[in-house]
């Protein structure tokens, strides 16, 4: 398998457009645009898939500091996930293929642009997906592999209005300060039964 950067879902002029997004809710907006999840606030796989990107965006733009290099990140990254959505794959067969591939980009490194991931930081970006997707690969193989079920709950409420009946307490709401209650309300029922 080879990642082809100039082919990338985060081309680096996509990374500069979102480069500068200081509000999170902003940049997930942006992210679930480029990567068309439309549904990312009800749907949990695509909130997930937002979350897992976001979180790559942002380890990449702190560790790299160059467009260039969280755009190649980001395009090993969405190699990554590929390879763990293979049907039948096991996390040590896939992460063998995903770590050749990188080491073959490694192995390639002189002919990369000057503002790419060096070899060093081609190995820093395996070890951190290492570390965030293989340690939770049963996981994201059945985020993005299994349908999700789904649920609606639906209740029907009624809803009483009050009455004028005497015998029904008035709500809360129509009710007085407990020293208003005994200075004017209690007095008077006192001085009714006492018959003044």
């Known amino acids: 398998m080879h990642v082809d950067f100039n082919k990338v879902l985060f081309s680096e002029a996509v990374v500069i457009s979102i480069w500068n997004h200081n509000d999170v809710t902003q940049l997930y907006k942006s992210l679930a645009e480029i990567l068309s999840l439309h549904q990312f606030e ?3 796989k695509q909130r997930c898939l937002l979350d897992i ?8 733009k702190h560790k790299f500091h160059r467009p260039l290099a969280v755009s190649q990140c980001l395009a090993l990254l969405q190699c990554a ?7 039948g794959v096991s996390q ?3 992460f063998d293929s995903f770590s050749s591939t990188v080491q073959a980009e490694v192995e390639n ?3 990369r642009e000057d503002n790419a991931l060096s070899a060093a930081e081609l190995l820093l970006t395996l070890e951190h997906l290492a570390d ?4 939770h690969f049963s996981l994201y193989k059945f985020l993005l592999t299994k349908e999700q079920k789904v649920e609606v709950i639906q209740m029907d409420l009624k809803v009483d209005v009050p009455s004028d009946d005497p015998h029904i307490p008035a709500s809360l709401c129509e009710s007085l300060p407990e020293n208003v209650y005994k200075q004017f309300i209690s007095r008077d029922s006192e001085e009714v039964a006492s018959g003044n």
Request: proline fraction near 0%; avoid cysteine; charge should be negative.
């Open 53 to 60: 990107n976001a979180g790559a965006f942002l380890w990449a």
């Open 81 to 87: 996930l590929g390879l763990i959505q293979v049907e």
């Open 132 to 135: 965030s997707i293989w340690q």
């Open 109 to 111: 490194k002189s002919e």
């Open 92 to 94: 040590k067969s896939s």
């Open 42 to 44: 009800t749907d949990l």
